[in-house]
């Protein structure tokens, strides 16, 4: 049996690379071909949702763990978790935990990209979701949340439409989507 050897396998190079100029007056070819793209990041957005998940789970929490202790201690309780459904309770408050910790963070996009031909909103998860131009887009504040101990900034949560846009609700910072219309007069 042979040993086995290392082979070399050529790749050839790409036509907008081989036709690329070279020199001092050259223009790199994806900087013109892209349009420039203004990132919009969501701090106080993200704060307060993170802030209001981890209220919620630790007072689900407290709860938790005042029932344990109340099943521990009443008279007639029994030491075995499978005889009193504590089993049950706790399956229960893990559902609850996750489920509002999803339900709490996911309205709150991490960033906006906008460019000329569109904006992107980047959210909590990764999911990038591609939307029609700023202008083409309606904006209606529905409720708006000073800075406090929930966030260090001021946040809005919007109802965001338009044109072959399906309405959805974000909870953003007040100039993350600047430049759209105002569905209930100036903002």
């Known amino acids: 049996m042979a040993t086995p050897r290392a082979?070399?396998?050529p790749r050839t190079r790409s036509a907008s690379s081989a036709a690329?100029?070279?020199g001092k007056g050259?223009?790199?070819?994806?900087?013109?071909?892209r349009p420039k793209t203004q990132v919009r990041t969501n701090v106080g957005g993200s704060q307060r949702a993170v802030r209001i998940s981890v209220l919620f789970v630790g007072t689900l929490a407290l709860l938790y763990a005042a029932f344990i202790l109340y099943d521990r201690t009443a008279?007639?309780?029994?030491?075995?978790?499978?005889?009193?459904?504590v089993l049950l309770f706790t399956g229960i408050f893990l559902v609850f935990a996750v489920a509002g910790a999803l339900y709490?963070?996911?309205?709150?996009?991490?960033?906006?990209?906008?460019?000329?031909?569109g904006v992107t909103v980047i959210g909590r998860w990764?999911?990038?979701?591609?939307?029609?131009?700023?202008?083409?887009?309606?904006?209606?504040?529905?409720?708006?949340y000073p800075e406090g101990w929930l966030s260090e900034r001021p946040v809005e949560?919007?109802?965001?439409?338009?044109?072959?846009?399906?309405?959805?609700?974000?909870?953003?910072?007040?100039?993350?989507?600047?430049?759209?219309?105002?569905?209930?007069g100036p903002r």
């Open 20 to 22: 690329r100029p070279e």
């Open 75 to 85: 008279p007639g309780g029994t030491s075995s978790p499978e005889g009193n459904g």
């Open 26 to 33: 050259a223009v790199d070819a994806a900087s013109t071909a």
């Open 7 to 9: 082979v070399r396998i």
């Open 126 to 144: 990764g999911r990038r979701r591609r939307l029609p131009r700023l202008d083409l887009l309606t904006v209606g504040v529905v409720r708006r």
């Open 157 to 184: 949560l919007i109802e965001l439409s338009g044109e072959d846009v399906r309405r959805r609700s974000y909870l953003v910072e007040p100039d993350v989507f600047a430049g759209a219309r105002s569905a209930y």
């Open 104 to 117: 709490s963070l996911t309205p709150a996009p991490r960033a906006v990209e906008v460019d000329s031909e």
